[in-house]
């Protein structure tokens, strides 16, 4: 049951709709869709001189520089609405996802210890995988990833010692385009592991798995209302979704935590259609860069302190004979 800490819409029949006249509705109802598919088209059919991860890395900062814009001409939320703090504090994430990140992940990332238990094992790829169609291909890497993102997303609202790594990403207090880069490194590589590397895929089938997360798992941080369509929302996570994930409210934050198909939530009862305004924790204290970085590390050791402090139990005093 949703608590009544702040207030959530649930049920998509009461979240409000574009306003504005047929050309614009259109645009907001169909511009979703038309992105994924013309991306889908793209890498299906680029050639191999241009279907490369550079490619890839250009089309997504394009794509962000558009979302951006769009977040700008019409903001959801006037109070989501990105000032040159915000933007700022946004860039510090993303810079460090680029480069930190990607280092450490290049040494004990999923790929490195996927390949060490092979070693240890002797196991072969899945191999039969690459037999597969292209576009089938594409799909059971982006739905395998979110399957186990839904996992580790799920235990860390449920584990103390994952949610010690997580909460600093609750404290985001508005969505917009570049928010799903905010929070602790702990928690940023932990939600980045995969088991991908288990099976043999070909490089356009990463690509196509890629645009899937772009052209859905982007929308999630995004501060721009669209007419969903109904399939949409019945089969991706929105930013309706994450809003009410991070919301105020503590029960309905404990929800929706795929990244890209929502409809993993659905399998599991944690799926609630819905909208809120109100985010973050503490009535929306915004967290420090600084206290992003150590929130963990300085939150375990306040716990574990009190816990040495509590005082032992005594066995009630026998009764002389």
């Not at 399939?231 to 934050?253: G, I, K, M, P, Y």
Request: hydrophobic share 45%; with cysteine; charged share 15%.
């Amino acid at each position: 049951m949703i608590g009544t800490q702040a207030p959530v819409t649930v049920g998509w029949e009461n979240i409000p709709k574009v306003e504005g006249g047929p050309v614009k509705q259109f645009i907001f109802t169909w511009f979703q869709p038309t992105v994924l598919f013309a991306l889908i088209a793209f890498w299906y059919y680029a050639p191999n001189s241009v279907a490369k991860a550079s490619t890839a890395i250009g089309i997504g900062i394009a794509f962000k520089i558009l979302l951006l814009g769009l977040e700008w001409m019409t903001p959801r939320h006037e109070s989501w609405r990105l000032t040159w703090k915000e933007l700022v504090t946004d860039l510090f994430y993303v810079g460090l996802g680029y480069t930190l990140l990607r280092m450490v992940d290049s040494y004990i990332g999923d790929g490195v210890m996927i390949e060490a238990v092979q070693n240890a094992f002797t196991w072969d790829k899945l191999a039969w995988f690459i037999g597969l169609p292209l576009l089938v291909q594409a799909f059971l890497i982006s739905f395998i990833f979110d399957f186990g993102q839904y996992w580790m997303h799920r235990g860390m609202h449920n584990w103390y010692p994952l949610w010690l790594t997580h909460a600093p990403h609750h404290y985001i207090t508005q969505l917009n385009i570049n928010k799903g880069a905010v929070g602790n490194p702990v928690e940023l590589f932990l939600i980045g592991l995969g088991v991908g590397g288990f099976f043999d895929f070909m490089p356009r089938a990463a690509l196509l798995a890629g645009t899937l997360g772009l052209a859905v798992g982007t929308y999630q941080h995004i501060n721009v209302r669209f007419n969903t369509p109904r399939w949409w929302r019945f089969l991706f996570n929105t930013t309706e979704h994450h809003s009410v994930h991070h919301s105020q409210d503590f029960e309905a934050s404990r929800s929706n935590y795929s990244t890209t198909w929502i409809i993993i939530d659905r399998m599991f009862g944690t799926c609630v259609d819905g909208e809120a305004e109100l985010l973050g924790m503490e009535g929306g204290r915004r967290m420090s860069i600084g206290e992003t970085m150590i929130y963990p590390f300085s939150e375990g050791w306040k716990t574990l302190k009190e816990r040495f402090r509590q005082p032992v139990a005594m066995p009630d005093a026998v009764p002389a004979e």
